[in-house]
Every structure is written in structure tokens, then in C-alpha cells.
Antibody, heavy 123, light 108 residues
Framework: QLQLQESGPGLVKPSETLSLTCTVSGGSISSSTYYWGWIRQAPGKGLEWIGS???????FYNPSLKSRVTISVDTSKNQFSLKLSSVTAADTAVYYC???????????????WGQGALVTASS | SSELTQDPAVSVALGQTVRITCQGD??????ASWFQQKPGQAPVLVIY???NRPSGIPDRFSGSSSGNTASLTITGAQAEDEADYYC???????????FGGGTKLTVL
């Protein structure tokens, strides 16, 4: 059974960079079928897609966050990572890592999710 | 535009049928997926590719699409279906994903 687990600091100071890593177990990150993504949810709010990456490093980003986001992959560790720069209080959220299955007809199916990691941007 | 619009809240009597809708320009080109999220839990995929259910999802969940609107129908709603539901698809440019604002379903 595929499992994803987020890890990283739970507290980030405003103007600094948020960094999270997702470790994938029970399956290989090195498949052309899948992209590996980040999604966040501010307290009491809806879901927001941040971006995703495949095993070769091809990325897609949310246009509204693109200038601050970097997603990278380390296939040797079966991990992918998120960096979000210049954070503000508005970036406080639960951050989920997830698998996007691109075998769909028109849109990927986000079929596996991590449990989520709360990151608070505060001094 | 790259937006998906959902009604904030919907209610249904136990055992009855409810439809949750999602509207957006990109739905004319791309199918929607649907997610169920209960408090304190990660979202769970319930419908993808318009009307496909992942393994383990009850067949009372179904999806459909017409024009710029995607719908999730729960036929015979159960108490455990009370949750937030989100639609998801590609944006109009096709190079990013978007979520609807979510619908809170109450089972009466």
C-alpha cells in the first residue's frame, strides 16, 4: 500500500522560506505515470493546489504562487520537496503531499494523500 | 477563467438523493474529480474521470458532467457521508490544477 509522509518544521518566521519533504513508501517515485504534488489548506478554508513534479523533474505550478515556489525530486531517496519563499501569515496551512495519477482521460486523479503537516508562519 | 464554483452548503435527509454541483469554464474541456473530507482528515478521492470510482468507494457515489457543470450525486445518503466535498480539475490553460471552494454536506 502506497504511503506518503510529510516532514519539516512546523513553525516558520515571516519572510523566511518554508521547507517540507514528502517521503514515499510502498512504491517507487520513478514512474512516468505519476506526478507528485503539494496541496495546502488554510485553517477553516478550502484546498489549494500548489504544484507538482515528476520523476525527471518536470514541474507545474499554481500561477498565483509560481514566483515563490520550488518543487524538487530526489529519486534515490524516493522523496520530493517543497520550498515556499517569503512566507507571510497567509501561508499558514496544513500542507499535504499527494500522488497525481496521469492515466486519466483529461485530468489527473489525486489518489493518494499524506496525512498533512501544519505549518504556521509566525514570529 | 481558472475557477470552480460550488455551493457552500447543501443538506439531505437520510436515505435521500443529493446532487452537489461544480461550475467552471475549464469543465467544458476537462473532467472533474471529487473528494470527500471529514474533519481532521486528509481528502479522499471518491470520483475521477467524470464517473469512475476508486476501489472501496460505495456505488451510491456517482459523477456526471454537462457543459460547464460537473455533478456529484449521492443516492441514498448515509450519516457517514456528512463531510466537505471538493471538485478538482485542470485550469483553462491545462497546465495547472484547481479546486472548487467546497460544499459542506449535512445529512439530516
Amino acid at each position: 500500500q502506497l504511503q506518503l509522509q510529510e516532514s519539516g518544521p512546523g513553525l516558520v518566521k515571516p519572510s523566511e522560506t518554508l521547507s517540507l519533504t514528502c517521503t514515499v513508501s510502498g512504491g517507487s517515485i520513478s514512474s512516468s505515470t505519476y506526478y507528485w504534488g503539494w496541496i495546502r489548506q488554510a485553517p477553516g478554508k478550502g484546498l489549494e493546489w500548489i504544484g507538482s513534479i515528476n520523476y525527471s523533474g518536470s514541474t507545474f505550478y499554481n500561477p498565483s504562487l509560481k514566483s515563490r515556489v520550488t518543487i524538487s525530486v530526489d529519486t534515490s531517496k524516493n522523496q520530493f520537496s517543497l520550498k515556499l519563499s517569503s512566507v507571510t501569515a497567509a501561508d499558514t496551512a496544513v500542507y499535504y503531499c499527494a500522488r497525481e495519477d496521469n492515466t486519466g482521460i483529461t485530468s489527473p486523479a489525486i489518489d493518494y494523500w499524506g496525512q498533512g503537516a501544519l505549518v504556521t508562519a509566525s514570529s | 477563467s481558472s475557477e470552480l464554483t460550488q455551493d457552500p452548503a447543501v443538506s439531505v435527509a437520510l436515505g435521500q438523493t443529493v446532487r452537489i454541483t461544480c461550475q467552471g469554464d475549464s469543465l467544458r474541456s476537462y473532467y472533474a474529480s471529487w473528494f470527500q473530507q471529514k474533519p481532521g482528515q486528509a481528502p479522499v478521492l471518491v470520483i475521477y474521470d467524470k464517473n469512475n470510482r476508486p476501489s472501496g468507494i460505495p456505488d451510491r457515489f456517482s459523477g456526471s458532467s454537462s457543459g460547464n457543470t460537473a455533478s456529484l450525486t449521492i443516492t441514498g445518503a448515509q450519516a457517514e457521508d456528512e463531510a466537505d466535498y471538493y471538485c478538482n480539475s485542470r485550469g483553462t490553460s491545462g497546465d495547472h490544477l484547481i479546486f472548487g471552494g467546497g460544499t459542506k454536506l449535512t445529512v439530516l
